[in-house]
């Protein structure tokens, strides 16, 4: 049997608000530049050294939100078409020379690096000596300014320490780049990008402009670096060297020993995906010659972040509580204010790398709880996301034979099925048939955060002009796919994968897919009530044109009442099995697996490589049955399976927790956020050795590997969301926030402030003993606050504190 016990605990950084790395150790450099990456929610810049390049060790990638580029590669003989995310021209190369020296290109002699989660500024200090023994010392601070989202600056300090003379400095925007940050795709076309002009403008201004290869896409960059010391600017030499995809320049000015330069390089971003600005060039431009100087751009930069923090203020008194801000901080670098207008979803690995093409997944499930409480805005713009992509969604059903919506497992620029047809097990080094498309529980995602959105912001209006349609035409997407199965008296959902992507098939079968995965089964069950209740919350005549407009009839609607009470749910062994026929496989021998490989997460690539496949076990990638207890109250669990006719105690999920957790590997970062929340009902031990887990997720690199390929973002969220809603007992019901704190006793209290239903100031304060909340003074209505059954209405000034 696996093990229940959550992997080895990692230290987590030991500041609250600074992430710290000392010296430069190439095998980490890729976690480095991921974890202290630079952000704003339009684009995210990975922390890469400016003298790098993409060079196996470092790789200077910046990613724009929405900015995907469709390829065809030919893999194992076969044509397949990928859409990327694309490495977009980087903005970064810097680098100097002492008189007569070689240009520095690194590794300097000593490093240090460190990310101000509070400011949002990266700063590295460096002494660079060169082969003639002259030492410079370098202080480079950046940030991608969440006050101009348009705006990247790079400001560099070099104190000659032992020389004086001419210093060389080269400023460059290269658009000869390439997506070539994953090796698993180095396969495939990477090629996204073709130059499409560049220059050097009387004024010192660089710019460049890009094509995408395959897609309507143009991107330019503007650049102006301007020297100074101590404020004052700095006579320089300027020569420029512009050719095709690069335009650079090199500075010549006069250093002295011991006095400091600064040469501060601004950056202008736009696509022409931007809306309000008329052509990216000229945009670019004119932003960069009026953009502001460094402290300036920083102060505006830093006042943002104290904004955001305010807004999203987590404080608890223990030592990850730095690790939860980090994580808090790349959500809020890669989805904020200025991804609302650009029409993106959220990449499951954050625009942090070329991870899963930038793709979005059901991660969103993980995310949007979180935000409901703290930027509903944001949450809204991640929906109409999905929204926009209703028809995309509803031609992929009509496509099988379906009606309604069905949403890509993998969606990126339009909304189709971006999954990859083939996947390569890196161990066997075979090219295999991708089944993961047939994920279709992620239409029941979407449905999932429309409705708890619309619990978390009272907000109807959304509801009926965007969320409702989403829910109503997934619920008709679950109808029509749910065969009556005479033999039982009930539906079944067939040939479908569930979350755990380890099960594909049955083994004894040829046809890809399962039956009656319970997961999915109840989710379409949920969703079709849900359905049903959004058409009676609906507004008198919206309800009208909305059911005219999508030809609802009362037949339909009967059949959606008896399809939600009648879907199979399979049980073996007193538990929920997975799917139909889980209990026909067999068992593995976990401790021979586990002598002979120290780490199962990737089993299903071990089984591969030995000429088996993980869908002949009871083996889990990650939480399957257990995601139904992450959703919902071991309450609604209990309803939702009595609606479906089932009896089920809280003996069922004592025992289903236990039976998979045995058997779950935990090869996905989401897992361990899963079983942490699930975990807090049973053993809030454990709970809390997988809350430390996902915390370690990506700090630590706990896949061996993938963080460098891109931010787990999910699990980063969730981790935070475990604070915010799970530990406290949060949970928004019949208009009713209710309490339950569930406090680990590693932690001793958790302070947040909330926005909830229009009330920009409500602060939850849970300790030991006792749940607090209180509402600053608005011209809000009050609210009601549920703690052990029973609602109390609290008014904006007040506060109530409850007995724990
Ligand atoms: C997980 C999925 C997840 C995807 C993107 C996969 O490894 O199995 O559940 O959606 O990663 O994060």
């Known amino acids: ?107 300097a002699a000593t490093e240090q690096l460190e990310l101000d989660l ?16 002259r030492r410079t010392r370098l202080t480079q601070r950046r940030i991608a300014s969440q006050a101009q989202p348009h705006l990247l600056a790079l400001e560099t300090e070099l104190v000659p320490e032992n020389w004086s003379g001419r210093l060389e400095i ?39 402009q890009v094509a995408a290869a395959g897609s309507p896409l143009r ?8 020297a100074h010391r101590g404020g004052a600017p700095l006579a320089t030499i300027r020569t420029d060297e512009v050719r095709e995809g690069l335009a650079a320049q090199v500075f010549v000015l006069a250093a002295e020993q011991g006095s400091p330069v600064t040469v501060e390089k601004t950056v202008a971003v736009f696509t022409s995906r931007d809306p309000a600005i008329g052509a990216p060039l000229r945009a670019a431009r004119t932003l960069v010659e009026q953009a502001p100087d460094f402290a300036r751009l920083v102060r505006d930069h830093a006042l943002r972040w104290t904004e955001l923090w305010s807004r999203c203020r987590i404080d608890a008194d223990f030592d990850g509580i730095g690790t939860v801000r980090l994580h808090l901080f790349h959500l809020l670098q890669t989805y904020s204010e200025h991804s609302v207008d650009l029409d993106v979803g959220i990449p499951a690995r954050g625009l942090h790398g070329e991870a899963y093409r930038g793709h979005v997944f059901w991660d969103e499930l993980f995310v949007l709880q979180l935000l409901n409480l703290r930027f509903p ?104 796919a749910a065969v009556y199965d005479p033999r039982r008296g009930r ?42 209740d959004t058409i009676d919350v609906l ?123 045995r058997r779950t590997v935990h090869g996905s970062t989401l897992s361990a956020v899963v079983h942490a929340w699930v975990l807090t009902r049973s053993d809030r031990r454990a709970s809390w050795r997988f809350f430390r887990d996902a915390l370690a997720g990506d700090l630590v690199d706990v896949q061996g590997g993938t963080t460098a390929e891109g931010i787990h973002l999910g699990a980063m969220a969730g981790t935070v969301d475990l604070l915010q809603r799970c530990y406290t007992g949060l949970e928004i019901r019949r208009d009713t926030l209710w309490l339950a704190p569930r406090l680990p006793s590693a932690i001793g209290r958790v302070e947040l402030d909330l926005r909830y239903r229009g009330h920009w100031g409500v602060t939850l304060c849970v300790d030991r003993r006792t749940a607090t909340v209180s509402l600053r003074e608005s011209p809000q209505a009050p609210i009601r606050v549920g703690f052990r059954g029973s609602p109390t209405t609290v008014r904006p000034g007040e506060s109530q504190r409850f007995s724990l």
């Open 539 to 661: 507004p008198g005549y919206r309800r009208d044109e909305l059911l005219e407009r999508l030809a609802l009839d009362r037949g339909e609607l009967d059949r959606w009442q008896e399809v939600s009470r009648r879907l199979h749910i399979p049980f073996h062994d007193g538990v929920l099995s997975q799917f139909d026929g889980y209990e026909r496989l067999a068992e593995l021998d976990w401790s021979a697996y586990r002598r002979r490989y120290p780490d199962l997460r990737r089993l299903d690539r071990i089984l591969e490589a030995e000429g088996d496949t993980a869908n002949r076990y009871k083996a889990s990638k990650q939480a399957d049955v257990l995601m139904l207890f992450y959703l919902f109250s071991a309450r609604e669990v209990r309803d939702l399976l009595r609606r479906l006719g089932h009896r089920a105690g809280p003996e069922l999920l004592r025992r289903t927790t236990g039976y998979y957790l």
């Open 219 to 226: 991107i330019t960059l503007a650049a102006r670096t301007l």
């Open 170 to 208: 080269r400023s460059a925007l290269d658009g000869n780049v390439s997506n070539t940050g994953v090796a698993r795709y180095r396969g495939l076309t990477g090629r996204h990008l073709v130059p499409d002009g560049q220059g050097a403008d009387a004024d010192g201004t660089l710019w460049l």
């Open 1 to 107: 049997m696996s093990d229940s016990r959550a992997r080895p605990q990692v230290p987590a950084p030991s500041h609250p608000w600074r992430l710290a790395y000392e010296g430069f150790d190439p095998a980490e450099e890729g976690i480095r530049e991921v974890l202290c990456a630079v952000g704003n929610g339009y684009l995210v810049s990975r922390a890469a050294a400016p003298e790098s390049r993409a060079d196996g060790i470092h790789y200077p990638g910046t990613y724009l939100a929405g900015c995907y580029d469709r390829a065809v590669s030919v893999v194992d003989g076969r044509t397949v078409e990928n859409e990327d995310l694309i490495n977009c021209p980087n903005w970064l190369p810097f680098t100097f020379r002492p008189e007569e020296g070689t240009w520095f290109t690194g590794p």
């Open 377 to 480: 805005e944001l949450a809204r713009a991640v929906l109409r996301y999905r929204h926009r992509r209703l028809d995309a969604a509803r031609q992929a059903a009509r496509a099988v034979g379906l009606s309604g919506a069905m949403y890509p497992w993998q969606s990126a620029s339009d909304g189709r099925e971006e999954s990859q047809q083939l996947h390569r097990n890196p161990l066997s080094g075979r090219w295999l048939p991708d089944h993961s498309h047939l994920q279709h529980h992620v239409g029941s995602a979407v449905a999932y955060n429309v409705w708890q959105h619309y619990q978390a912001t009272g907000d109807v209006d959304f509801l009926a002009t965007t969320g409702a349609e989403m829910v109503l035409e997934v619920a008709r997407f679950w109808s029509s």
């Open 118 to 133: 509070r400011r949002g500024v990266l700063t590295r200090h460096a002494l660079v000596v060169d082969d003639q023994g």
């Open 491 to 532: 539906y079944s959902i067939r040939g479908v994968v569930g979350p755990d992507e380890y099960h594909d098939a049955y083994p004894w079968s040829d046809r890809p897919g399962l039956d009656d995965n319970a997961y999915t089964n109840v989710l379409a069950s949920w969703v079709l009530a849900r359905a049903l």
